[in-house]
């Protein structure tokens, strides 16, 4: 399950590898521990060893071995230990203890115990063997003393050492955990000043968090958060206007909508009673399409419609926008034509990219004077499907380029009855399929608009 806590996942992130590092202390404790148990053990045989080889005698010419008491008692610890012992001459002739006592097989040296471990009467022993020289005997009469013992008390030993050990190595742990716990709290309280204040402000209350009383890794959270609050005040401001301009835009042709009705309800004369009726006909169609378009802009933003992943054919979808408005182009004397240069399919939503290209043809038609021409070519290439639209138009000057985008922006002194929005649609929706678009010069002097848009992926 993943931690949701930062001071949890802090904490962990900190004790888990003292704790990696705790285990691998007990390791070496115990080792340690073990280590320490063995010398102790070591050391005790070899003075018992020492013990029994001085008391070893010459009597009469023959040796005599006698086991003193003190040489086992070393072992009474109170853990019932057994003790084993024999004593051998250099010939290998037993003098007393146990006869099949194990034995070492390293050559022995004069006076240096040797260590070893074995089994004995089905028991594990610690065992040392000394060589030893016969006190009154010749120089050559040697005897060797082997001293083993069972392992409780080591075991013991090893328990102790070690389990104390441990004991303080957790106990340590549990006091990390408390002062980093402790640290992790004051070491978060600056975030938490932050989250209050971030919670605590009104939620008109737009104006950027001061970064002066924060730490640096802080400020680049707060620079985040400022710029992500430019961004939501910069979107309420557009969204402001849109909604100012938009209510703007439909209260113009309402209220001549209005002042048409009245005129001709009250008028007496059929001829401009009839006026009148066509210009509510034409009022309300003006309005409608101002409708759609804003329909349709909605739709284009993010997260106003989900997006389809669709193949267009753009020629075939071109031509069918074009075939819709082939009586507009006729009726305003306008020479529309289409040249498809190649086969040319893209990626994105069909029924938007279809809205797009109709602003942008309606637009050409709209500001192109009568008796102009306006050309739409399709192509497609490695790099992408591209449509270009050229009028004859006035065209756009180039430092007003940008700004035709911004919604309901019109050029000072442009004829037509266009609301604005119709290349604020058009962007929309291209950037939303991932393409983009490039204002230029047509070859008339008039409006060159392409559409660049990503090549579809082969299904």
């Given at each position: 399950m993943r931690i949701k806590s930062l001071r949890l996942q802090l904490l962990c992130w900190l004790l888990l590898p003292l704790a990696g590092l705790m285990a691998l202390n007990v390791w070496t404790s115990f080792r340690q521990a073990r280590s320490t148990a063995d010398l102790v053990t070591d050391r005790t045989l070899d003075a018992a060893a020492r013990a029994i080889a001085e008391d070893v005698r010459v009597d009469r010419g023959v040796i005599d071995a006698v086991v003193p008491p003190v040489a086992l008692e070393m072992f009474d610890t109170g853990h019932r230990d057994r003790v084993y012992y024999r004593v051998d001459t250099g010939a290998g002739r037993l003098l007393v203890g146990y006869p099949d006592l194990p034995v070492t097989s390293e050559r022995l040296k004069d006076g240096i115990p040797a260590h070893f471990a074995d089994t004995y009467r089905g028991e594990p022993l610690r065992l040392a063997a000394l060589?030893?020289?016969?006190?009154?005997?010749?120089?050559?009469?040697?005897?060797?003393?082997?001293?083993?013992?069972?392992?409780?008390?080591?075991?013991?030993?090893?328990r102790e050492l070690w389990v104390g050990g441990m004991v303080r190595q957790l106990l340590l742990l549990v006091a990390a955990a408390f002062l980093v716990l402790l640290g992790l709290r004051r070491g978060?309280?600056?975030l938490m000043r932050?989250?209050?204040?971030?919670?605590?402000?009104?939620?008109?209350?737009?104006?950027?968090?001061?970064?002066?009383?924060?730490?640096?890794?802080?400020?680049?959270?707060?620079?985040?958060?400022?710029?992500?609050?430019?961004?939501?005040e910069g979107q309420m401001a557009a969204q402001r206007r849109f909604v100012a301009n938009a209510a703007h835009q439909l209260r113009t042709p309402l209220a001549l909508l209005a002042t048409q009705a009245t005129?001709?309800?009250?008028?007496?004369?059929?001829?401009?009673?009839?006026?009148?009726?066509?210009?509510?006909?034409?009022?309300?169609?003006?309005?409608?399409?101002?409708?759609?378009?804003?329909?349709?802009?909605?739709?284009?933003?993010?997260?106003?419609?989900?997006?389809?992943?669709?193949v267009i054919d753009l020629a075939d979808s071109t031509r069918r926008v074009m075939e819709g408005l082939a009586d507009f182009a006729i009726e305003r004397g306008i020479d529309l034509?289409?040249?498809?240069?190649?086969?040319a399919t893209a990626a994105g939503d069909g029924a938007m990219l279809r809205e797009a290209i109709v602003?942008?043809?309606?637009?050409?038609?709209?500001?192109?004077?009568?008796?102009?021409?306006?050309?739409?070519?399709?192509?497609?290439?490695?790099?992408?499907?591209v449509l270009v639209v050229e009028d004859s138009g006035p065209g756009i000057p180039p430092e007003e380029r940008e700004r035709v985008f911004e919604r309901f922006y019109r050029l000072p002194g442009t004829p037509g009855d266009g609301s604005g929005i119709g290349l604020s649609i058009v962007r929309e929706v291209v950037e939303g399929a991932g393409g983009h678009l490039v204002l230029g010069t047509s070859v008339a002097g008039g409006l060159r608009v392409e559409m660049h848009l990503p090549e579809a992926a082969p299904h």
């Open positions: 060589r030893y020289p016969v006190v009154g005997a010749g120089d050559g009469e040697r005897i060797v003393v082997v001293v083993g013992v069972t392992l409780a008390g080591h075991g013991a030993m090893v978060l309280a600056p932050l989250r209050d204040a971030v919670r605590d402000r009104d939620r008109n209350d737009l104006t950027p968090i001061s970064d002066t009383a924060v730490q640096s890794e802080l400020r680049p959270l707060v620079e985040a958060l400022n710029a992500y609050m430019g961004r939501v005129f001709a309800r009250r008028s007496g004369n059929g001829v401009e009673r009839d006026q009148a009726l066509a210009g509510v006909e034409e009022s309300t169609r003006r309005l409608a399409r101002l409708a759609a378009q804003l329909l349709t802009l909605s739709r284009a933003e993010p997260g106003g419609r989900r997006p389809r992943d669709e034509g289409l040249d498809v240069l190649s086969e602003n942008l043809v309606d637009n050409a038609l709209r500001y192109t004077p009568t008796g102009g021409t306006v050309t739409v070519t399709v192509s497609g290439g490695p790099d992408g499907a």
